[in-house]
């Protein structure tokens, strides 16, 4: 399961254990960005009659960031380009997120930024 992580109150995990877990979540990164490759190209091919190679293209460049290469579409393939563009642009944060998570998670962990645990500022009890 990609969730369960170790409580603050576990010690740290090993390097190793670490980089095992970078890998599921690089592996479930590249899942988003695989089915979402394949449906854009599913999408032009069929809006587009588009080849594969030129779908291809078109949907990487978009999860890209980068926008389509072919911009001459038909009313159906303009209403596509545009909530896969829409759709792209989600994925690829959502991707960065899943990447990032278990490194966010191991600086948090290792510094105990708990903000239950904090002194209370001098002056400003809690019945103040």
Do not use: Q, W
């Not at 890209?64 to 596509?80: H, I, R």
């Amino acid at each position: 399961m990609f969730a369960i992580l170790e409580h603050r109150s576990h010690p740290l995990v090993s390097r190793r254990v670490f980089a095992l877990r970078m890998l599921r979540y690089l592996g479930l990164a590249a899942g988003i960005i695989g089915v979402s490759l394949a449906g854009g190209i599913a999408g032009y091919e069929y809006f587009e009659h588009m080849g594969l190679r030129d779908a291809f293209l078109n949907t990487s460049m978009l999860l890209g960031g980068m926008g389509p290469v072919k911009t001459d579409l038909s009313n159906g393939g303009k209403v596509f380009a545009g909530l896969y563009a829409l759709y792209a642009g989600l994925v690829f944060i959502v991707a960065a997120g899943v990447l990032l998570a278990p490194v966010i998670h191991r600086v948090v962990h290792v510094v105990h930024c708990d903000l239950d645990d904090r002194p209370e500022p001098r002056g400003r009890g809690r019945n103040a």
